[in-house]
C-alpha cells in the first residue's frame, strides 16, 4: 500500500465552517505548496509571489446552486441533490435521506415510477438510473407548476424552484448550513439559462477582489472556464459523471500564447483542468471548445496543458487524486498529504488549499 493509501484524515481536521468564521476572511486560509518532493507551508496571502510574471490562473466561473431540496417519497422524508440536465429535459439526481443533525446520508436508489413530492407541488418521477447497475444518480422528470418556472433554456422550472425552496448541498462534517454567498466565488458569473454548480468549485473560494488585484498587478492573468459540477460521491469516491463546460475562444488564445512564452498553466480547481483539457488536441494546442465531457484525468492520460494546479485537500480514496498525481506525480502527493496531516491542515470545501507547481526549471513540452 502506497503512503497516500495508508492515511486517515482525523474528524478534527474536517473544516466545519467557513474561513470567515474562523479567523479574519475568507482568504484567511493555509497554503501548502508542492514543487516536486519539496513542500513548504504559507499563507494564502503570500500566493502571488509564488507565482511569476506571464503565468495564467484558469478559474471556473459557475455559480452554485441551491441544489439540495426537501421531499417525500410515499412516507419517507428525502432529501433531492439536483445534479445535472440532460439534452432531453430530464434532470439527473440524487436521492439522500435526512440524518436528524441538518445533514443528509445515503440511501437506496430509486425505485422506478417513484415519486417525490416537493414543495410549491411540485413532482419528480424516478426513472431509471444514470448509469445502469450504478444506483446513486438517477435520472428524473421534473414538474413545477406555474408560476415556479425558472429563466428560459432550462427544463422543469427547476431554477425557480431551487431559488425559493433550495438550499446548498452539504455533508456531515459541517457544522450547520450556510447562506448560498458562503458557497459563492469571486469569479462566479450567473449563467443567463439559470445553469450553476450543484456543489461549489471551492478551490476558487479562497481569492479576494483583494488577492485578485494584486496579482494582476503582478503580471500573473486569469483566464476564465466553465464547468458546471455535479454532485460529489462523498461515500463511495466514484470517478467524476459528465459534466457541461466551456472554454471560450479567448481563454484558448491566452493559454496558448502564455505557453508559447514560456509562462505556465496553473488549474484553480480540478474542475477547471477538466474543461482546459477536455479543449486540448493531441498536438497540445487548445481551441474553444463547449458541451459535454466525460474526460477523466488519470496518470495514464496525463495532462497536456496544465502544468500546475490550486485545489483543496481530497480524501485518500478520492478519485480527484488521480488528476493531482497526473499532474505531479504519486511521490509528490505521498510526501505533501503527509506534512499537511502532521501540520493539521483542514480538509474539504472550507479548508486549507493545496499548490501544486512544477520543480524549478521543468516545464511541460507543447505536444
Known amino acids: 500500500m502506497t503512503v497516500l493509501g495508508a492515511l486517515r484524515v482525523p474528524d478534527e481536521l474536517c473544516a466545519r465552517v467557513p474561513a470567515e468564521e474562523r479567523g479574519r476572511g475568507r482568504d484567511d486560509v493555509r497554503l501548502l505548496v508542492s514543487r516536486g518532493v519539496t513542500v513548504s507551508h504559507h499563507a494564502f496571502g503570500e500566493l502571488p509571489g509564488l507565482l511569476r510574471p506571464g503565468d495564467v490562473l484558469v478559474v471556473n466561473t459557475s455559480t452554485t446552486l441551491a441544489a439540495a431540496v426537501g421531499g417525500r417519497l410515499g412516507t419517507d422524508a428525502v432529501v433531492v441533490h439536483f445534479s445535472t440536465y440532460g439534452d432531453d429535459g430530464r434532470w439527473a439526481v440524487e436521492l439522500r435521506a435526512p440524518d436528524g443533525r441538518g445533514s443528509t446520508r445515503p440511501r437506496p436508489g430509486g425505485p422506478v415510477g417513484g415519486v417525490v413530492r416537493l414543495p410549491g407541488g411540485a413532482r419528480l418521477v424516478l426513472e431509471e438510473p444514470l448509469v445502469p447497475g450504478a444506483a446513486r444518480l438517477w435520472w428524473a422528470s421534473v414538474s413545477v407548476p406555474a408560476p415556479g418556472g425558472g429563466p428560459r433554456g432550462l427544463p422543469g422550472g427547476v431554477p425557480g424552484l431551487l431559488a425559493r425552496y433550495g438550499r446548498p448541498v452539504r455533508y456531515g462534517y459541517t457544522e450547520r448550513d450556510q447562506p448560498l454567498a458562503a458557497y459563492q466565488t469571486v469569479f462566479a458569473r450567473p449563467s443567463p439559462d439559470g445553469a450553476g454548480s450543484a456543489e461549489m468549485p471551492s478551490a476558487g473560494r479562497p481569492f479576494t477582489a483583494g488577492t485578485v488585484a494584486?496579482?494582476?498587478?503582478?503580471?500573473?492573468?486569469?483566464?476564465?472556464?466553465?464547468l458546471h459540477t455535479g454532485v460529489a460521491s462523498a461515500e463511495a469516491h466514484e470517478p467524476p459523471y459528465p459534466e457541461r463546460f466551456a472554454v471560450p475562444g479567448a481563454t484558448a488564445w491566452?493559454?496558448?500564447?502564455?505557453?508559447?512564452?514560456?509562462?505556465?498553466?496553473?488549474?484553480?480547481g480540478t474542475t477547471a483542468v477538466r474543461a482546459l483539457e477536455s479543449a486540448v488536441g493531441a498536438d497540445g494546442v487548445v481551441r474553444e471548445a463547449a458541451g459535454w465531457t466525460d474526460l477523466v484525468v488519470t496518470p495514464r492520460r496525463g495532462v497536456r496543458v496544465v502544468d500546475g494546479l490550486l485545489t483543496g485537500l481530497h480524501e485518500p480514496r478520492a478519485s480527484h487524486l488521480l488528476m493531482l498525481e497526473a499532474v505531479a506525480g504519486r511521490e509528490?502527493?505521498?510526501?505533501?498529504?503527509?506534512?499537511?496531516?502532521?501540520?493539521?491542515?483542514?480538509?474539504?470545501?472550507?479548508?486549507?488549499?493545496?499548490?501544486?507547481?512544477?520543480?524549478?526549471?521543468?516545464r511541460r513540452a507543447l505536444t
Request: charged share 20%; hydrophobic share 45%; aromatic share 8%.
Open 332 to 362: 509528490a502527493l505521498d510526501r505533501a498529504y503527509t506534512e499537511a496531516l502532521s501540520r493539521q491542515y483542514l480538509w474539504h470545501e472550507f479548508g486549507d488549499v493545496h499548490l501544486l507547481l512544477p520543480e524549478e526549471g521543468a
Open 254 to 268: 491566452l493559454v496558448n500564447a502564455a505557453r508559447a512564452g514560456g509562462g505556465r498553466i496553473v488549474a484553480v
Open 214 to 226: 494584486e496579482l494582476v498587478s503582478r503580471g500573473v492573468r486569469f483566464a476564465p472556464v466553465t
